[in-house]
């Protein structure tokens, strides 16, 4: 069984930094995505970056483009998020999930975490 786990959230100032982990267990092959999406309140869920395992390609939303960055640790079925240069916008639960392949939308990955909290003050 697939399970997805999240760490890293918190409080932080505008312009800080934050950086999260999501432990992918259950996950077989090497052929898989991890996208991360976040949420906030009274908005939609927001596709924000994607890695895929078998070349590391990626995707980032453009609200995110030249902050994010994302890495993998496939022996260790980890994927990070780096947040740089954070805003109050960015103020959302993050969650990471699993699919074959890297989606923008959230309708087809299969497996999802729980979540992290973001709060970014201004």
């Known amino acids: 069984e697939v399970q997805l786990e999240e760490s890293g959230g918190g409080l932080v100032q505008t312009g800080g930094s934050l950086r999260l982990s999501c432990a992918a267990s259950?996950?077989?092959?090497?052929?898989?995505?991890i996208g991360w999406f976040r949420q906030a309140p009274g908005k939609d869920n927001e596709g924000v970056s994607c890695?895929?395992?078998?070349?590391?390609?990626?995707w980032f939303a453009d609200s995110v483009k030249g902050r994010f960055a994302i890495s993998s640790d496939s022996a260790k079925r980890l994927v990070y998020l780096q947040m740089n240069s954070l805003k109050p916008e960015d103020t959302a639960v993050y969650s990471c999930?699993?699919?074959?392949?890297?989606?923008?939308?959230?309708?087809?990955?299969?497996?999802w975490g729980p979540g992290t909290q973001v709060t970014v003050s201004s």
């Open positions: 259950g996950v077989t092959g090497d052929d898989y995505a």
């Open positions: 890695i895929k395992s078998s070349d590391n390609s990626t």
């Open positions: 999930a699993a699919f074959s392949a890297c989606e923008v939308v959230s309708g087809p990955y299969d497996y």
